[in-house]
């Protein structure tokens, strides 16, 4: 958020610094770094104020913390156990269609009809 000219000039009297805006979530003055969203207005102090989650650090694995030295580059968890545990976790968040009628679940796409036409007209 954007500082008024009167905060601004209490900040330069007692800090001596020269700053125009604050986090949009818990209002700590911004210096130089920043987080934003491209395409998005809001400017944060960290990323735990822009995406309210704690980040994951790279070369941890994402399950169980552990590091992941000596393992692909892109490698997010440990092994299998530590994927399946998180894809576990994260299934709240898609719909369960277990126990649901054939009939009634969504089609993802309509089917291609490979160049064949069933009424026999080229």
């Not at 900040?11 to 610094?17: H, M, T, V, Y």
């Not at 207005?41 to 989650?53: H, I, M, N, P």
């Not at 898609?94 to 089609?107: F, I, N, T």
Request: aromatic fraction near 4%; charge should be positive; include cysteine.
């Amino acid at each position: 958020m954007k500082l008024t000219v009167e905060q601004s000039r209490k900040i330069l009297a007692e800090r001596g610094w020269c700053l125009a805006e604050a986090c949009d979530k818990c209002g700590k003055l911004l210096g130089a770094v920043r987080y934003t969203i491209r395409a998005k207005a809001g400017e944060w102090c960290s990323a735990l104020c822009r995406d309210g989650v704690e980040p994951v650090p790279i070369g941890v694995c994402h399950g169980c913390g552990s590091a992941l030295t000596g393992m692909r580059r892109g490698t997010k968890f440990c092994g299998d156990t530590c994927r399946k545990r998180d894809a576990k976790r994260n299934a709240k968040d898609r719909p369960d269609y277990r126990g649901m009628a054939l009939e009634s679940k969504p089609l993802t796409e309509p089917g291609i009809g490979l160049g064949y036409s069933a009424t026999g007209a080229a």
